[in-house]
């Protein structure tokens, strides 16, 4: 299977990016510097990250959105659910130098992203654990 790691824009890849490599930029998401991470699988999908912003009015902690585009791309995603979100209250994310509100049940914590990436990277597969929509 060939990877891709995609930092900000098709014009910064890296090409069969090791484990590791995908965690360090994972964890740079911050919403400001870094604000997309994506890990494409040839033959399978793209899955992606945003956000990292730091939310005040929750505590200090940092919400990112987890989506997932099956080959071949159609337009259609899936992505992570948080069941402890609200979905009538919306939260402020940078991803991709858009500033986007997603519904608080899509904004997951950076555990659920690692789990969704990492799971993704080993299997070529969303990970079940995960809630899916």
């Not at 959105?65 to 337009?75: A, K, M, Q, R, Y």
């Not at 899509?106 to 079940?128: I, W």
Request: net charge negative.
């Amino acid at each position: 299977m060939e990877r891709k790691l995609i930092i900000e824009s098709s014009d910064n890849v890296i090409y069969n990016p090791t484990w590791d490599q995908v965690f360090e930029f994972l964890r740079k998401l911050d919403g400001e510097t870094v604000t997309y991470v994506a890990l494409q699988i040839s033959g399978v999908g793209k899955m992606i990250a945003g956000g990292g912003d730091i939310q005040e009015e929750k505590g200090n902690i940092r919400y990112y959105l987890v989506e997932f585009f099956e080959e071949p791309f159609d337009g259609t995603s899936v992505a992570v659910k948080n069941p402890m979100g609200d979905p009538e209250e919306y939260i402020f994310l940078s991803v991709q130098g858009a500033d986007i509100d997603p519904p608080e049940d899509f904004c997951v914590l950076f555990s659920d992203v690692v789990a969704a990436f990492e799971f993704f990277y080993h299997h070529g597969k969303l990970n079940p654990d995960l809630t899916w929509q």
